[in-house]
């Protein structure tokens, strides 16, 4: 399979603290992208990371993506009860930018 | 503008029937996506197609046709439905620009009996 991996699997946290997801990809990569899905819905694009960037923010959110590990990370800071959902992140190879490889996402519960 | 929409929401089938979901888009998409999700295993892509009238197969084509006669509408056949098609399908599309970021329908809920 081609799909990246996630982890945790699961992560559950406090409102206010912070939530780290990590992942890992197998090919050299355009960018890297990470998707919320609240449960029961379709996935909504959260930030998109170029293959020569390092580290980008949106709002509440930090993505860091190091090519020569092939893995990049997803923070929430303060998180809040609405940010419960679960977290894909989703490559698009260097090879053919037509399509997106998603990996296996992160369950996060932020307990008020 | 809605968006993605995805045509019905939840669909039973016995095995061996058949049935086509349908995707649209109003947003001048190039670019249209079918993949299906599974729990624990994140999204898979079946087809795909980069214009009007083009189609190529994506990770788990087996089982599955689709065309693509309008630039607005994605078409996903099942001809013989199987248990193992039971899913969650979700329709995505982007604009011209390849590797950009996706744009989701609220996705089909099919089970195969």
């Known amino acids: 399979s081609q799909q990246g991996e996630e982890d945790p699997q699961a992560l559950s946290i406090q409102e206010g603290e912070n939530a780290t997801m990590n992942c890992s990809y197998k090919?050299?990569?355009?960018?890297l992208q990470w998707y919320r899905q609240n449960s029961g819905r379709g996935l909504v694009h959260l930030i998109l990371?170029?293959?020569?960037?390092r580290e980008k923010h949106s709002g509440r959110l930090r993505v860091t993506l190091d090519t020569s590990k092939k893995s990049s990370s997803l923070l929430i800071t303060a998180s809040r009860a609405a940010d419960t959902a679960s977290y894909f992140c989703?490559?698009?190879?260097?090879?053919?930018?037509?399509?997106?490889?998603f990996g296996t996402g992160t369950r996060l519960q932020v307990f008020p | 503008n809605a968006g993605v929409t995805q045509t019905p929401k939840f669909r039973v089938l016995k095995t061996g029937q058949s049935m086509t979901l349908l995707c649209a888009q109003d947003?001048?998409?190039?670019?249209m996506y079918w993949y299906r999700q599974d729990p624990g295993m994140g999204l898979r892509l079946i087809h795909y197609s980069v214009g009007e009238g083009t189609t190529a197969k994506g990770e788990v084509p087996d089982g599955y046709n689709v065309s693509r006669l309008k630039k607005q509408n994605f078409l996903l056949g099942l001809e013989s439905a199987a248990p193992s098609q039971t899913s969650v399908y979700f329709c995505a599309s982007i604009p011209s620009v390849r590797g950009l970021e996706q744009f989701f329908g609220p996705g089909t809920r099919l089970t195969v009996l």
């Open positions: 090919t050299s990569i355009n960018n």
């Open positions: 947003m001048n998409h190039e670019y």
């Open positions: 990371i170029r293959s020569n960037e």
């Open positions: 989703a490559t698009a190879s260097s090879y053919n930018t037509d399509k997106l490889i």
